[in-house]
C-alpha cells in the first residue's frame, strides 16, 4: 500500500490540505495501536473492532496500552516504540487532548507514517484521519433522554455527574452535551468530579460525590463510575438513580437488569472497525474527508441483552 496521506485540521475536522508525501514503510501490513488502558471494558470493544477488521483485511495490529490518562510520559514513549516498528499506520487513542509533549510526538511520528486519531480528541493537525463520535452529541442524547424522564415542572432532581480527568478529549465536550440536553429539565447537576477511568478511582468518586452530597438523587457517571456505584448501593433503600454516559459490559449488565436508567450507545465495536478501514484507505492515498463516527442511540432501562453488540466476556487482546 502507499504511503501517502492527507492531513487535516483539529480545529475544522473537515479541511483538507495536500498529500504529503512518507518514506515506503518496511510492514505496510502492520497497524500500532495505543490506548489508554483497558481497565475501561469500553476499550475492549474497540480493540475488538479492530481485531476483526484487520484479520478480514489481511492485517497484523500491535496494541500498547499506556496504563490510564495519566500515564502521559508512557504514551509518548510508545509512541516512540510504534515509529520503530515501521507500521504503515499508528492509531491513537490518546490520554490527552493538548499536552505539549504529546502533540509534539504525534507531529514526529507522521512524518513517516500516517497517525490516525482513535476515540478521543486530539488536538493536532498532524493527524491524517479522525475515528470517533463527538462526545458533545454523547452528552446531549443522554441529557435530552434525562430531560425527557425528568421534565420541567417537577420537583428538582438534584444530580451529580462522575467522568474522567479534564485532561481527555472527551470531558468537557461530554459535559456541554450533557448540561445542553437537561436545559429545561428539572435535573440540575450539582457537582463534577473527575478522575481516571479505572474502577478504583472512579469508586473513591462515587465516595467522595456521596459523602459531600448525602442522599442525591440521581448518579450520572462513565462506565466505571456506574459499576461501582451500582456495587456500592445495591440494596439499599436510599440508592440513588443511575446513568451512564457510554455503554460497557457492566452498564450492559445493569441496563438489562434495569439497575440504570440509561446510557448513549455509540458502538465502539464499529468504530474499531471504522479505525481499520480509515488506516486502510489513508495507506492508500485515499483519507476520510473528515471525522469518521458511528451513530449514537439511547439505551434505556429494560433492553434486551440481543440489542448490544460488545465484545465477547472472556476477550483481551495480546499487548505489547
Given at each position: 500500500?502507499?504511503?501517502?496521506?492527507?492531513?487535516?485540521?483539529?480545529?475544522?475536522?473537515?479541511?483538507?490540505?495536500?498529500?504529503?508525501?512518507?518514506?515506503?514503510?518496511?510492514?505496510?501490513?502492520?497497524?500500532?495501536?495505543?490506548?489508554?488502558?483497558?481497565?475501561?471494558?469500553?476499550?475492549?470493544?474497540?480493540?475488538?473492532?479492530?481485531?476483526?477488521?484487520?484479520?478480514?483485511?489481511?492485517?497484523?495490529?500491535?496494541?500498547?496500552?499506556?496504563?490510564?490518562?495519566?500515564?502521559?510520559?508512557?504514551?509518548?514513549?510508545?509512541?516512540?516504540?510504534?515509529?520503530?516498528?515501521?507500521?504503515?499506520?499508528?492509531?491513537?487513542?490518546?490520554?490527552s487532548?493538548?499536552?505539549?509533549?504529546?502533540?509534539a510526538?504525534?507531529?514526529?511520528?507522521?512524518?513517516?507514517?500516517?497517525?490516525?486519531?482513535?476515540?478521543?480528541?486530539?488536538?493536532?493537525?498532524?493527524?491524517?484521519?479522525?475515528?470517533?463520535?463527538?462526545?458533545?452529541?454523547?452528552?446531549?442524547?443522554?441529557?435530552?433522554?434525562?430531560?425527557?424522564?425528568?421534565?420541567?415542572?417537577?420537583?428538582?432532581?438534584?444530580?451529580?455527574?462522575?467522568?474522567?480527568?479534564?485532561?481527555?478529549?472527551?470531558?468537557?465536550?461530554?459535559?456541554?452535551?450533557?448540561?445542553?440536553?437537561?436545559e429545561?429539565?428539572s435535573?440540575?447537576?450539582?457537582?463534577?468530579?473527575?478522575?481516571?477511568?479505572?474502577?478504583?478511582?472512579?469508586?473513591r468518586?462515587?465516595?467522595?460525590?456521596?459523602?459531600?452530597?448525602?442522599?442525591?438523587?440521581?448518579?450520572?457517571?462513565?462506565?466505571?463510575?456506574?459499576?461501582?456505584?451500582?456495587?456500592?448501593?445495591?440494596?439499599?433503600?436510599?440508592?440513588?438513580?443511575?446513568?451512564?454516559?457510554?455503554?460497557?459490559?457492566?452498564?450492559?449488565?445493569?441496563?438489562?437488569?434495569?439497575?440504570?436508567?440509561?446510557?448513549?450507545?455509540?458502538?465502539?465495536?464499529?468504530?474499531?472497525?471504522?479505525?481499520?478501514?480509515?488506516?486502510?484507505?489513508?495507506?492508500?492515498?485515499?483519507?476520510?474527508?473528515?471525522?469518521?463516527?458511528?451513530?449514537i442511540?439511547?439505551?434505556?432501562?429494560?433492553?434486551?441483552?440481543?440489542?448490544?453488540?460488545?465484545?465477547?466476556?472472556?476477550?483481551?487482546?495480546?499487548?505489547?
Amino acid at each position: 500500500m502507499k504511503a501517502a496521506y492527507r492531513r487535516i485540521t483539529g480545529a475544522a475536522i473537515v479541511a483538507l490540505f495536500g498529500i504529503t508525501g512518507a518514506p515506503a514503510r518496511a510492514d505496510q501490513q502492520l497497524l500500532c495501536v495505543l490506548v489508554p488502558h483497558f481497565k475501561d471494558e469500553y476499550w475492549l470493544s474497540v480493540a475488538h473492532g479492530l481485531e476483526q477488521r484487520s484479520a478480514e483485511q489481511g492485517l497484523s495490529v500491535r496494541f500498547f496500552e499506556a496504563g490510564g490518562y495519566d500515564a502521559l510520559a508512557n504514551q509518548i514513549e510508545q509512541i516512540g516504540a510504534c515509529t520503530d516498528l515501521e507500521p504503515g499506520a499508528i492509531l491513537i487513542g490518546a490520554v490527552s487532548s493538548d499536552a505539549p509533549g504529546l502533540l509534539a510526538a504525534v507531529q514526529e511520528a507522521a512524518e513517516t507514517q500516517p497517525v490516525i486519531g482513535l476515540v478521543n480528541e486530539l488536538h493536532s493537525d498532524a493527524l491524517a484521519a479522525r475515528v470517533g463520535v463527538d462526545w458533545f452529541d454523547m452528552g446531549l442524547v443522554l441529557g435530552r433522554h434525562l430531560a425527557a424522564r425528568f421534565p420541567a415542572g417537577g420537583k428538582v432532581h438534584e444530580a451529580v455527574l462522575l467522568s474522567g480527568p479534564p485532561a481527555s478529549g472527551w470531558v468537557a465536550p461530554l459535559e456541554q452535551g450533557l448540561h445542553r440536553g437537561i436545559e429545561g429539565s428539572s435535573v440540575a447537576i450539582v457537582a463534577t468530579y473527575g478522575a481516571d477511568t479505572g474502577t478504583s478511582q472512579q469508586l473513591r468518586l462515587v465516595e467522595m460525590a456521596w459523602a459531600a452530597h448525602p442522599g442525591i438523587e440521581l448518579v450520572i457517571g462513565s462506565a466505571p463510575a456506574i459499576e461501582a456505584a451500582m456495587g456500592l448501593f445495591a440494596g439499599r433503600p436510599d440508592r440513588p438513580e443511575l446513568a451512564a454516559t457510554y455503554v460497557s459490559h457492566s452498564v450492559a449488565r445493569g441496563l438489562v437488569g434495569r439497575q440504570i436508567l440509561a446510557a448513549p450507545f455509540d458502538n465502539p465495536i464499529q468504530q474499531g472497525r471504522a479505525a481499520v478501514d480509515a488506516a486502510v484507505a489513508t495507506m492508500e492515498g485515499n483519507p476520510p474527508p473528515g471525522r469518521v463516527g458511528t451513530q449514537i442511540v439511547i439505551y434505556a432501562t429494560g433492553i434486551s441483552p440481543d440489542r448490544i453488540e460488545l465484545s465477547p466476556a472472556d476477550y483481551f487482546p495480546s499487548l505489547d
